[in-house]
């Protein structure tokens, strides 16, 4: 069964640092891999989406990397903001099939001005 | 991108009542749809995955008595949790997809509080 850690489980950073966050999963058969962003009390906002054949995605201040071989992708934000501020959820979608995306932890960033 | 509504997107209900939460693909078909659950501070856990027109498959430790799944259409798909006790207040978030090769697509959740 498909896992998925994020570490940290919290980060506190001041403005403008570049930090990044980092996902695991224990079956390497993934589709695909998906970064969101989750603000308190809210829904999900979808980042990043990487496929299985991808190394790297990038968007604005964002770069996702995806290493499926040793189970890991890396959430890069550059320049943080306090608008930053949020948990960010990595999940993937293994091959297997009709599967739903199975989700991390999150880590919740603070991005103190 | 495709759009998924959520509907009521908060409730308070007294215990042993019965709520019904709607998630609707709003411009596209969804052939399947994933509800999920969310307790604060934590991911969001799924519940069971439904296809149109089938019963829906539920995940280990969540009652089918108790969460009534309901996928009757392509862009609808109804959560109904019976019998409400409190420590079913909980963020639920559902989810749909076209095809397996597609991405899904979350609803903007319905926060649950029984009091």
């Known amino acids: 069964k498909q896992e998925v850690t994020q570490i940290p489980a919290a980060l506190s950073v001041p403005e403008g640092e570049n930090l990044v966050l980092n996902c695991s999963f224990t079956d390497s058969a993934i589709y695909n891999l998906q970064w969101f962003r989750q603000d308190p009390g809210k829904g999900l906002t979808s980042l990043l989406l990487?496929?299985?054949?991808?190394r790297e995605q990038t968007s604005g201040r964002l770069n996702a990397s995806l290493d499926k071989s040793s189970g890991r992708s890396t959430l890069y934000i550059a320049a943080s903001q306090p608008g930053d501020s949020a948990t960010y959820l990595c999940a993937v979608k293994t091959n297997s099939g009709n599967t739903p995306l199975v989700f991390g932890k999150g880590t919740r960033l603070s991005v103190i001005a | 991108g495709a759009v998924v509504s959520q509907h009521p997107s908060w409730v308070i209900c007294k215990s042993g009542t019965s709520v019904k939460i709607e998630c609707r693909s709003l411009d596209f078909q969804a052939t399947t749809m994933f509800w999920y659950r969310q307790f604060p501070k934590q991911s969001l856990m799924l519940m069971a995955t439904?296809?149109?027109?089938?019963?829906?498959?539920?995940e280990q430790g969540v009652e089918k008595d108790k969460f009534l799944i309901n996928h009757a259409s392509l862009t609808l798909s109804t959560l109904t949790v019976t019998s409400a006790h409190p420590e079913d207040s909980s963020f639920y978030i559902c989810?749909?997809?076209?095809?397996?090769?597609?991405?899904?697509?979350f609803g903007p959740g319905t926060r649950l509080l029984v009091l």
């Open positions: 989810s749909a997809r076209w095809r397996v090769e597609e991405t899904q697509y």
């Open positions: 990487i496929q299985s054949s991808q």
């Open positions: 439904s296809n149109e027109g089938s019963k829906a498959t539920y």
